[in-house]
């Protein structure tokens, strides 16, 4: 596991590389499924920058003793400096626009728009870094994304994007968030192919942890966060475990399998949280989500296939 969280593709055969990156994309999957769950609780429980803080606070000490040895090295590349920054700079950026889309929009509006990011990843690993991507490989990562707007739309009259849903709020601030957690989901992918997967996810945690560190204390809510713990440890550890695991899968499948095919597979965790809401929550789908689950599900399959 060290030596393939320090970078694989030279470490084993090009299969066994393959194969191992779609099992991470996969846990990246299950872990942001679960997340989102608890994000949900937690935020509701302690507020957003709360539980910003204590996922990036947690990441922070956990993987500081596997990556103390590269911070050195990190440091003496203003190269791979930068590209940590402005991966830390962007998921802090997108975290504020999206969570003020889904509180100011419709969660049928607003979703289907957010889930822009992944053609918008794919698009930036293929024309920015290069990625060489076959065309049914292509094709299954576009049927994947019409079937997870399929699945976050409620309602079927939602898709006809005429006028209307130029007006809806927080649709601009929702587009707006879908660029950024595009940009950020190539970033982690380049820098866990330029430094490693651990060292991505530690040093975006260490900048966004920082800010969320400054502005609780400017509002004199550093003190409750001890209370916070207390009050509700369930969803705080739950949240912390799910959301850094997700991260460190998913960085680890970006070094093993192109940016845009870890994406893809791991960005169907919207799925995995309709189907637990299904399940759990006793809600009830309308037949074109049906649909789109059995489409996502499908290509993810068919492109874990192919990409064998």
């Not at 302690?46 to 606070?57: N, S, T």
């Amino acid at each position: 596991m060290g030596s393939l969280l320090d970078g694989g593709r030279e470490i084993l055969p090009r299969t066994q590389n393959i194969m191992m990156g779609i099992l991470f994309a996969f846990g990246a999957l299950l872990s942001w499924g679960f997340g989102d769950f608890f994000i949900q609780r937690s935020s509701r429980a302690i507020g957003i920058w709360k539980a910003l803080f204590f996922i990036g606070i947690s990441g922070i000490v956990v993987l500081f003793p596997f990556i103390v040895g590269e911070i050195g090295d990190l440091f003496a590349s203003p190269r791979n400096l930068g590209i940590l920054s402005l991966a830390g700079a962007v998921v802090l950026f997108t975290a504020l626009f999206e969570f003020e889309s889904l509180r100011k929009g419709k969660l049928a509006i607003v979703e289907p728009v957010l889930g822009l990011e992944l053609p918008i990843t794919i698009g930036l690993a293929t024309l920015v870094w290069g990625e060489l991507i076959s065309l049914p490989q292509l094709l299954l990562s576009f049927v994947t994304f019409v079937g997870i707007v399929l699945v976050v739309t409620q309602h079927h009259s939602h898709l006809h994007y005429h006028e209307r849903i130029k007006i809806e709020k927080g649709v601009i601030l929702a587009g707006i968030g879908a660029i950024g957690m595009g940009l950020f989901n190539f970033l982690v992918g380049v820098g866990s192919q330029e430094t490693s997967p651990l060292l991505t996810v530690w040093f975006t945690n260490l900048f966004f942890t920082a800010v969320c560190f400054a502005y609780l204390a400017h509002k004199n809510a550093l003190k409750e966060l001890i209370s916070d713990v207390r009050a509700h440890p369930i969803p705080i550890i739950s949240v912390c475990f799910f959301d850094n695991v997700a991260w460190v899968f998913f960085a680890v499948a970006t070094t093993l399998i192109p940016i845009a095919v870890a994406t893809t597979i791991s960005e169907s965790y919207i799925v995995l949280t309709v189907l637990l809401g299904l399940f759990i929550n006793k809600e009830k789908l309308k037949w074109h989500q049906y649909f789109g689950i059995a489409i996502t599900i499908a290509s993810i399959i068919f492109l874990s296939a192919i990409s064998n």
